[in-house]
Every structure is written in structure tokens, then in C-alpha cells.
């Protein structure tokens, strides 16, 4: 005999935390005003037994005794994508995919599908558009339809049921925030519904040996809409990083068990699609400005790929008591004390100057190997003097004014040179023990002074 039981949580909607009680401030994540009212129902039986729609579960072995299975990873035809995910997709890999709305996450996605339906079958639930809508978008992206199997379905348990009658190879869930579990009262895209229907494709793509994607929205604030701890279930994080009002879409990798983490790949959004950008330096660089003063070219290593990008800088005297210290693409604090440095080590006057930075091409630099670059760009803004054609800039800067050494200094000079560049000042530290062949003129400093008369 079952017993039903309903009783009402709060559910911080940022990280999951229950109380009994509503509360301002939650406990678990410091945010305020996230809790919402769940009602939870439990079902009673003499045992606390609970049905799982999937059974996925495996003995206990030695570690000597566990085969190791070799797999091989299935190219999706889209290079950047194999690239920034490691070589390829993994087989029963799940893959969570996170972008604001309209940026490009369903479009991509699709073509995935297209070309993982040339390896095995794909079925694509949709939650949020109908059937119609999506083979629209298919026909206008030239997509084949072959081997790919359409579904507009919302329940958990219709999902399973398509997914045993179908046995396909790929599954694709957009998005996760749509999907709910008909044993849970809570709303769709509540933490509790997203955590459960989380759960439950995990266990589908282990015990079934699915390739399973995942769509996921994202807060105002670009996290993650939902429990972090969706982040952790999954093998692979991808995020859409940039605005969807900007022509070149950046994906990046925050998570991979399968490859190497902090991978960027490059899209530009046409009419037939996302459409992989085979050289993103040139890109960053199509628009540089000559003789400019405040730019500046940059060598950044994003994962393994290193990236010329334009730094540019303006200042300007302020018009009020407090000066403005305006970053886009760069850490702020980062910024802040590069400029104390500035004024402290160097003597450059900059209390009552606004100082503007920009990363061009909207992407976000995650290293400090680009403090010497933004040094000398802020340098080159207030002294109206431009940087020499064809040089580039990096070097992480300390609070003594020193400049340190970076890391894969090889990968960033070649780099350099592929495109044309001719000089390049770097830290003095990296000459030591520098393996560069090419016949570019290498400038070592020690400091951010040596720098600038450099430039100069």
C-alpha cells in the first residue's frame, strides 16, 4: 500500500539549497531572493523504495580486474568543434551546451546532428519549437534529413519511451529547462525537475551508450540556468561566451574529462548557419589600426591555440572628481593594478585621466600573459605615441613594475611571424631558454620602462 505524501520546500533556484521555511538570503550561495516555493511529493512504501525509469548500475571489481575499452572519436565535420572539444566527440559522452537565448546554440546543434547522422542515428527533442519549425530550419541550413528522427515532447518518460522504441546512437535534448519528470510537482526548469531530468539522462547515456547533448539557458548574468550541479554531472561544458549581437560567436570549453579545457572555437553567424573560422587572428586583425596611438597587438594562448589580438586603449582627462576605469574582454581588477603600476613604478600621471580598454572582436582574455600589451597601450594613449608597425606585446607584469616570463612562448612567436609581424618584445627571462628559429628581431625586458621606451 502506497501513502502519498505533499509537503512544501523553498529551493534556492542558484545552487539548490532546501529549507523549510522562505528565507532572503540563502544559506548555501549568498544570493538573495532565490527562493521558490516547490511542493514535494513523496511516495511511502514499507521498503522507501524508489522507481527509477532507468536501471544503470555496476558491480564492484578490482582495479586490476577492469578493462580499459578503447574508443575511437567521431569527427562531426566541423572542425573548430572537433578542435575545441579535443579531436572529436567521445561515444556515451554527455555534453552540456549553454548560451544566451538566440545566439546560436539550437542552429549549431543541428548541423551536429546533420553531420553525426551520417555516423549512426540522432533523435532531436525539442521542447520548444515544433516539428515544422525545426525542418524549416533544417531546410534553410541544408541540412540532411537522412537518419534523423524529430520529436516536440516535454515528458521525461514520452522521451524514454522514443529512446528505447528509436535506439539511436545520438540524443539531443533541447533545451534541459523545458524537460520535466511526471513524478515531480515542481514547474519545468525548476532546480529540483532540472537536476532529476539530469540524472536520468545520465544514466541513459552510460548504461545505453548514447552520445547525449544537452541545451541549457542562461541567467541574465551568464551563468548557468539551474542547480550547478548540472555542471558537474556532465563530461563536457561548452558555452556560448559573447552576445548574440556580435557577427563572431566564441565557444569555449569549461569543462572536458575527455580533452583539454579552456579550448575557444571560432563561428561567424551567416543566413545558412555557423560557419567555422579557419584563422581567427586574421580575423581580430582584419580592422587594425596603423599608427594609432593606444593599440597594440597581442599574443594570447587560448588552450592550445595562440591568437593575435588588438588591444586598444583611450584616455582621457575626466570630468569628474572620481576617473572611470572602463574594461571590455579584460579582468577589471587586472586593469586597476596595471594601472597603479603605472603611476607608482613609472611616474605616469593617470589620477585624473578616464581610461577605456577594448579586446576587438568581443573576445574575453582569460590569462595575464597581456598585462606588458595593456601597459603599453594605456602608455601609448597618454603620450600620443604609436606603437611601431608590425610588433607585437606580452609579458605578465608584478607589483614591482618587473615583467615575468610567460608559458608557450614558442607557439606565440610562430604565430606572430605567420602573420607578418616583424618585432616582437617579450619577457628577457624567455630568452633563456627560447627555441626560435624564425628571423623575427626579439626585444627581452625586464620591466614595464624597458617597455615603453621600446616602443618608443
Request: proline share 3%; aromatic share 6%.
Amino acid at each position: 500500500m502506497k501513502n502519498k505524501k505533499i509537503k512544501t520546500i523553498f529551493v534556492c533556484q542558484e545552487c539548490g539549497y532546501e529549507s523549510a521555511k522562505w528565507l532572503g538570503k540563502c544559506p548555501g550561495c549568498g544570493k538573495w531572493n532565490t527562493f521558490v516555493e516547490e511542493k514535494q511529493e513523496a511516495i511511502l512504501t514499507s521498503t522507501q523504495s524508489t522507481r527509477q525509469l532507468t536501471g544503470f548500475s555496476s558491480g564492484t571489481f578490482p582495479l586490476t580486474d577492469v578493462a580499459v575499452k578503447s574508443f575511437e572519436r567521431i569527427k562531426t565535420e566541423i572542425k573548430e568543434f572537433d578542435h575545441m572539444i579535443g579531436g572529436g566527440i567521445v561515444p556515451g559522452s554527455l555534453t552540456l551546451l549553454g548560451g544566451a537565448p538566440g545566439i546560436g546554440k539550437s542552429t549549431l546543434m543541428l548541423q551536429i546532428s546533420g553531420a553525426l547522422s551520417k555516423v549512426g542515428t540522432v533523435l532531436y527533442i525539442s521542447g520548444e519549437e515544433s516539428l515544422s519549425q525545426v525542418k524549416s530550419r533544417a531546410e534553410r541550413l541544408s541540412i540532411s534529413k537522412d537518419n534523423i528522427f524529430l520529436a516536440s515532447e516535454t515528458n521525461l518518460e514520452n522521451i524514454v519511451s522514443a529512446i528505447n522504441k528509436i535506439q539511436p546512437k545520438f540524443l539531443v535534448i533541447d533545451s534541459i529547462q523545458t524537460t520535466y519528470h511526471p513524478e515531480f510537482t515542481s514547474a519545468p526548469g525548476s532546480v529540483g525537475q532540472v537536476r532529476e531530468c539530469s540524472a536520468e539522462l545520465l544514466r541513459i547515456a552510460k548504461s545505453q551508450h548514447i552520445t547525449v547533448f544537452i541545451l541549457g539557458h542562461v541567467t541574465k548574468d551568464g551563468d548557468l540556468a539551474g542547480p550547478r550541479i548540472l555542471e558537474h554531472i556532465v563530461d563536457t561544458v561548452l558555452y556560448f561566451e559573447n552576445e548574440k549581437q556580435q557577427i563572431y560567436r566564441i565557444l569555449r570549453a569549461y569543462k572536458n574529462r575527455f580533452g583539454p579545457t579552456s579550448e575557444i572555437g571560432i563561428f561567424e553567424m551567416k543566413s545558412s548557419g555557423l560557419i567555422e573560422v579557419a584563422n581567427p587572428s586574421l580575423i581580430f586583425l582584419s580592422e587594425n589600426t596603423i599608427n594609432v596611438a593606444g593599440n597594440i597587438v597581442t599574443a594570447s594562448i587560448e588552450g592550445t591555440r595562440p591568437l593575435l589580438i588588438e588591444i586598444q586603449s583611450l584616455v582621457a582627462r575626466t570630468n569628474f572628481g572620481l576617473p572611470r576605469r572602463m574594461v571590455s574582454g579584460y579582468d577589471l581588477n587586472r586593469v586597476i593594478i596595471i594601472v597603479a603600476v603605472l603611476e607608482k613604478r613609472i611616474g605616469i600621471s593617470l589620477d585624473n585621466q578616464d581610461i577605456f580598454i577594448n579586446i576587438v572582436g568581443g573576445i574575453k582574455i582569460k590569462e595575464t600573459a597581456s598585462d606588458l600589451a595593456i601597459a603599453c597601450a594605456i602608455a601609448s594613449a597618454n603620450n600620443g605615441i604609436a606603437c611601431p608597425d608590425k610588433t607585437v606585446i606580452f609579458g605578465e607584469i608584478g607589483l614591482a613594475g618587473e615583467v615575468r616570463a610567460v608559458s608557450q612562448i614558442r607557439e606565440r612567436l610562430a604565430e606572430t611571424e605567420k602573420l607578418g609581424f616583424k618585432r616582437a618584445i617579450i619577457p628577457k627571462s624567455n630568452l633563456k631558454s627560447l627555441n626560435f628559429k624564425g628571423n623575427m628581431e626579439i626585444i627581452g625586458v625586464t620591466n614595464v620602462s624597458n617597455a615603453i621606451q621600446a616602443i618608443r
